[in-house]
């Protein structure tokens, strides 16, 4: 398969897309990216790496770092997670407060807000140590030794989170926060905030594709079966509320984020990384759909 | 890979599960379908078949058939079916009204009630034609002439179905049903009453396994694009509120009925039907459930 | 008091107001209405009796009938009545299924449709006997013995009552309806056609005004503890989504249609009727519900 | 009316239900409020009082100080403040947050918690100045001078108000907060926390029986209008989601506390005081609520 020419022939055709969406502007750090920007990589579990675009750019990943600390999560703690945060897709917008009001303080699962602001939770030890912890996570997975916070972004959400905090403090309300809400949030705010460019991002998502395992170390990020179960998540909960036209259009497990980032698996073979800041209407990359929908068309690898 | 061996030991480790979910009890007809019955079906692209336990016992298929009539809506419509009905997972129990009065008269996907009756309407041509369609459609996936609706059954459904005529009455209220509700949800009952055994159930989804073509007469039940989207319709929406659970546990596109019946597809490979009139509290066979999830254990076949 | 002339400045200030609001067009039959009409009656429990405008015009009483079933249910039931409908206001607009959903079917209150359904099953002894009972009722209590049901209206409803119907077959499916759905939205489309005009309208509330006994026959129509009952169920929840801003602006206990009629009383003294076609965004007569402030406000003679 | 033997007749009726009720215990500083206590004070406009029962014990007045900030508000900032907090029913329990998202952060009432804390933010003007307003408010229109905050409730308020911060931070996303969320939070903690006895709640809300005016005084405390409105408001939203049961079974306008406290007015005449800690399923005053129905009966006075 020749995935340097396929991901050449996606980057032709999207670029008329490139500019059409929305950039995210709820907090001026990320009002700021500029709106034509574009990369991609694929990222094999053989070793292999195609790119093409703005793929020396950094972004904030926003939300794919759910993915991170839920890892980091089962790890640490297994099943009980489970209690705490449900396996649902949530059917609503992705920061809904009501389904949380209905279903006491259970967040559907845990790649909605109030999910991950769980999860932070489950994995604090202090502010210093959980942030330190996460970001040598993303720097081993990554093969990055240079990724950090963007403190002007977590600054940013910090000011403009209200709703997060609203959220973490109706969670605390349920008693399923054990830690302080700002405490929790400062965990929160910060892993959006981690920056990387598509390269880093799709060697990070490899251990998905390949059972688990870092294929560049060898080392066993995650446990086989649990790796599955990552991958079904993002799946079925990955996109916000758009989980099923993804599912429909790309048919990968996928982890998306309002900087414009979307990161995708196909198992055994494969991650592949996009970037394109402007957003359709339910928060995902407008081009970056597009160009993962393409890719499962021409490399002929969706799961179904 | 031994699937009769493997079918064999997991009928054994389910065993002690087989009576203990609920058996639906929501019309007298399905209510006194006995508990301890199990059987499962794997039948595979290439012609094998497999079986273990009550593999001869007919069933109620019950929501199962909500794939047969939206293939027959993919086929008669196209894209434009997706004007009527959604595609996300509902976040809800199965018969919520509440998210279709936020959504006006849009049911999320085809495979919640309100979904599917929408599919009906989507494809009435009259009540008898209609109803002569599915039934020849499903005797042909099948490759079993015999089969017919329990019309015992379905005057229950029609009896008792004072939910479904609210929803179908509701949905006309949006102008999102094109005939008369009365009309509309007699072929919905009756589809939801076809009957057959996990022989007849694993034939019939097996197109969905082999690129949408019957392995067996070569012919093209559905086109390969919609055959892939079948199935992440099937994998992020067809196991009611369990979507999440079911992907995590099992890995599978699959589809449930209140009769017991699940069925999920390998993707190239083979359709798997199991059956077990005892449920959980989702809605899905119990002892089902757990067949499935060994299956994609032993036989490491899940999609992820 | 000179209500007369209080009646005739009102008139002349809420000209204005007469045609901006919007006829009710959900049926043919109501759309039809002239936005230009405007009438109101001041009906006393010494006797007196005040107009101005269109008093002679017959109107659709629409929901303000939801009074007159409720009385005789209140009479035919008793405390019993009240397992089956609440005494809450709805918080919602008038037509919705989500608290009937979250409340399992037990109604908020007997003035949104769903509870006078309820109320209407609840008296419902057949078809023809119930709308004659009603018909009898409503003559009795207004002293006009030519009001009848408009057929026309009653038809149309039927027809465009999917709403409705979708109500009624949910309220039957928590078993909170002992007939058939059919046969009770029957009575209720029948109620809602009743025809008549502000002075029937003013005299049909007289009673409520005095303590339950019609002033003009001595009869006893509702006891006086149930009167005073009625009267804040109508302040509390008459008045559809906008019972707040009804009871803030005229502080009297009423009830409004969509045929653009509002009643309303001033314990121990009067009935005041306004009719006016033009609804405001809640669905009450936009000029009625000026008139009426400006009644309280000159006539002084609000409950608060 | 011989008041004095009508509330000594009352207080006999009640005393079986005085330790039926549960005290509020979602702060310790409540719970240990003993559960055997009932007071009961009627002041009327011409200076007579009449008392049985506790009525030199002091409690927390919590909800019911809601009646004087939002006064304090009418009085600063006049019928712009609508624009920002409704005047309809909740129709939902007092804390709900999924109404306050389905309706854009603008809460329904200013009696539920949400409304009450946008009252405070409406009157901010600094932390000490305002909370300085309110206690010399309450103080003036009481006639007591001793009056002030319970320090230890108003902070157990705060430690355990993850519910209330959740709203405030929440009510903030949608710009509806001018000030920080946790200095709001201060004065809706500290209002709550006013203590008084029976005696000082009937002359607090003497000037609403009195068209605005405080009949000790002469002072006008609020306009005659504005007056009228605080009673319709009190009547159609005062009592949690139990405003229609109080309305059918008390009929009149009155406000309660989670600290067992209620006080009623009767237009024109007098205002009424109970107080008993054990709460109905509703939140209010069980034994409370009961004497203010016998009340309204006795001295046949209800506004209907």
Same mark, same amino acid.
């Given at each position: *398969?020749?995935?340097?020419?396929?991901?050449?022939?996606?980057?032709?055709?999207?670029?008329?897309? @490139?500019?059409?969406?929305?950039?995210?502007?709820?907090?001026?750090?990320? #009002?700021?990216?500029?709106?034509?920007?574009? #990369?991609?990589?694929?990222?094999?579990? /053989?070793?292999?790496?195609?790119?093409?675009?703005?793929?020396?750019? %950094?972004?904030?990943?926003?939300?794919?770092?759910? $993915?991170?600390?839920?890892?980091?999560?089962?790890?640490?703690?297994?099943?009980?997670?489970?209690? +705490?945060?449900?396996?649902?897709?949530?059917? %609503? !917008?992705?920061?809904?407060?009501?389904?949380?009001?209905?279903?006491?303080? @259970?967040?559907?699962?845990?790649?909605?807000?109030?999910?991950?602001?769980?999860?932070?939770?489950?994995?604090?030890?202090?502010?210093?140590?959980?942030?330190?912890?996460?970001?040598? =996570?993303?720097?081993?997975?990554?093969?990055?030794?240079?990724?950090?916070?963007?403190?002007?972004?977590?600054?940013?959400?910090?000011?403009?989170?209200?709703?997060?905090?609203?959220? #973490? %403090?109706?969670?605390?309300? =349920?008693? %399923?926060?054990? /830690?302080? #809400?700002?405490?929790?949030?400062?965990?929160?705010?910060?892993?959006?905030?981690?920056?990387?460019?598509?390269?880093?991002?799709?060697?990070?998502?490899?251990?998905?594709?390949?059972?688990? @395992?870092?294929?560049?170390?060898?080392?066993?990020?995650?446990?086989?079966?649990?790796?599955? +179960?990552?991958?079904? &998540? *993002?799946?079925?909960?990955?996109?916000?509320?758009?989980?099923?036209?993804?599912?429909? +259009?790309?048919?990968?497990?996928?982890? !998306?984020?309002?900087?414009?980032?979307? $990161?995708?698996?196909?198992?055994?073979?494969? !991650?592949?990384? $996009?970037?394109?800041?402007? &957003?359709?209407?339910?928060?995902?990359?407008?081009?970056?759909?597009?160009?993962?929908?393409?890719?499962?068309?021409?490399?002929?690898?969706? @799961?179904?």
């Amino acid at each position: *398969m020749d995935y340097q020419k396929i991901i050449e022939k996606i980057y032709d055709e999207v670029k008329p897309l @490139i500019e059409k969406g929305i950039v995210a502007d709820y907090i001026p750090a990320l #009002a700021k990216t500029p709106a034509n920007k574009f #990369a991609m990589t694929v990222s094999t579990v /053989n070793g292999e790496e195609f790119c093409v675009g703005d793929v020396d750019d %950094n972004f904030s990943i926003q939300s794919i770092s759910k $993915v991170f600390t839920l890892t980091i999560a089962m790890n640490m703690i297994g099943d009980d997670l489970w209690k +705490r945060v449900g396996r649902e897709p949530s059917g %609503n !917008s992705f920061n809904s407060l009501v389904q949380l009001e209905y279903e006491n303080g @259970i967040p559907r699962n845990p790649f909605i807000n109030a999910g991950a602001i769980v999860v932070s939770d489950a994995i604090f030890e202090g502010r210093g140590k959980t942030k330190n912890k996460i970001l040598q =996570f993303v720097r081993e997975i990554s093969g990055n030794n240079t990724l950090s916070f963007d403190e002007e972004v977590a600054e940013s959400e910090r000011i403009f989170g209200n709703k997060n905090r609203a959220m #973490a %403090n109706f969670i605390k309300s =349920f008693n %399923n926060l054990n /830690n302080l #809400a700002d405490d929790v949030l400062d965990i929160y705010f910060h892993q959006c905030s981690i920056c990387m460019n598509t390269k880093d991002l799709a060697h990070s998502f490899l251990f998905l594709a390949n059972k688990g @395992i870092n294929p560049k170390t060898g080392d066993i990020i995650l446990g086989t079966r649990k790796t599955k +179960r990552m991958n079904s &998540l *993002m799946l079925t909960c990955g996109l916000y509320d758009a989980v099923g036209d993804f599912a429909y +259009r790309v048919g990968l497990p996928g982890k !998306s984020g309002v900087g414009g980032g979307i $990161v995708a698996v196909v198992p055994g073979e494969l !991650s592949v990384a $996009v970037w394109s800041p402007g &957003l359709n209407k339910y928060g995902n990359s407008l081009a970056g759909t597009k160009a993962l929908e393409l890719f499962t068309t021409y490399a002929n690898n969706s @799961i179904f």
